[in-house]
């Protein structure tokens, strides 16, 4: 399966959220996934918050589901993937089922699937 992870980006420590990444895109991986990761854009700076969203969509696109961290959340672009994924009926796994949200991601006409990943 192919998938995307989304988690807070903007505004966390670099090295931190490398490693959340990276340990999340292992975990995957081990499982037999191939992985899209947004951490790679973080290496092209200066860009605006939608220019980056603009690409994240598009990474979304060719994966058949998302993997959310569970700092979700806290995180503008996170949410907005979330959503987006869902409106796309993509799979839905996350990290910590205790960070889903009652009513989110709006669903408009269809189901999302998904629970956490093993």
């Excluded at 989304?6 to 420590?13: F, H, L, P, V, W």
């Excluded at 969203?53 to 806290?74: E, G, N, R, T």
């Excluded at 993937?81 to 006409?109: L, M, R, S, W």
Aim: charged share 30%; hydrophobic share 35%.
């Amino acid at each position: 399966m192919k998938i995307y992870i989304a988690g807070k980006i903007t505004g966390e420590d670099e090295a931190a959220v490398y490693n959340k990444f990276a340990v999340a895109k292992t975990r995957l991986e081990n499982s037999g996934d191939l992985v899209m990761s947004p951490h790679v854009l973080s290496e092209n700076r200066g860009f605006d918050h939608e220019d980056y969203m603009h690409i994240c969509y598009a990474m979304i696109d060719i994966c058949d589901a998302i993997f959310v961290l569970k700092d979700w959340q806290k995180s503008k672009g996170a949410r907005m993937e979330v959503q987006y994924a869902c409106d796309h009926q993509k799979e839905i796994f996350y990290e910590d089922n205790k960070t889903k949200e009652e009513g989110f991601p709006i669903q408009y006409g269809h189901p999302t699937k998904g629970a956490h990943h093993e």
